[in-house]
């Protein structure tokens, strides 16, 4: 494993995984998260890349009718990292039932406010997930999230305990290259597109890192696809890996 999965910022020893700062910083974005013209707007334009490879994902592994509408019906989802349900309420539609956990109050808030004027019904908990005594899920999400927590092998082995047998796990991070240094925190950051100081590049996993992470806590993962960004064609799926990844993980 190389020497930033186990830096001191990236990897701390204790099992904690929340980072006070982190939360913070989130928390303080927690009104503006459902504005898609406001400070998650890069959020909401990563979300239908998310969906569309998460889809595929769900379909494949429990082999559904690609053609439903509710393929999650009588599933148990969990979106780790939720912020403001992005990511929640599409699982909900598509007939799980979820729950998100969040480090930032703030976002739970939120999150359970905008659910509540969308007539859906979603549970959610602030707090560190590997001290939340919830059960185990047949998904469970953690999108954009890795970068942010202090103890990376601690934070993946509280998601694979979170995980039921059978289950379904599926994770995107920012991948640690010379590219997404340059486009993520120098350009996106520099000019307003991602709030300044969202990120911390050390911090970013490679999909070696996170393969060898998951590895650890008994999880087989996928093969990454890459999520790029093109000025004509905005964020998408590719086979490119050098800015983002997405990708699954199933028990062994």
Not at 3 to 28: C, K, L, M
Not at 133 to 143: N, P, R, Y
């Amino acid at each position: 494993m190389s020497d930033a999965t186990t830096s001191a910022r990236s990897n701390t020893s204790d099992g904690q995984t929340i980072r006070p700062d982190e939360a913070a910083h989130f928390g303080r974005l927690a009104k503006d998260w459902w504005d898609p013209k406001g400070s998650s707007a890069m959020l909401h334009r990563l979300n239908p890349v998310r969906l569309h490879f998460l889809r595929e994902a769900i379909d494949l592994h429990w082999a559904g009718d690609i053609e439903a509408r509710r393929p999650l019906a009588g599933k148990s989802a969990l979106d780790v990292g939720c912020g403001a349900g992005l990511l929640c309420e599409p699982l909900a539609r598509l007939g799980a039932e979820v729950t998100g956990v969040d480090a930032a109050p703030e976002n739970v808030a939120a999150a359970a406010l905008h659910a509540e004027g969308a007539g859906l019904d979603i549970r959610y908990i602030a707090g560190e997930i590997g001290s939340l005594d919830i059960g185990t899920f047949d998904l469970v999400s953690a999108m954009e999230v890795i970068e942010h927590v202090a103890d990376k092998r601690a934070f993946v082995a509280a998601l694979a305990a979170r995980l039921a047998p059978g289950g379904l796990m599926v994770l995107s991070t920012p991948n640690r290259t010379p590219q997404s240094r340059l486009l993520m925190i120098g350009a996106a950051e520099g000019i307003g597109l991602i709030p300044k100081g969202t990120h911390h590049w050390d911090d970013f996993i490679t999909p070696e890192e996170l393969r060898d992470l998951l590895d650890e806590a008994g999880l087989e993962m996928g093969d990454p696809k890459g999520i790029g960004f093109l000025p004509a064609k905005g964020l998408h799926l590719t086979d490119d890996q050098s800015l983002n990844y997405i990708v699954t993980a199933r028990v062994r």
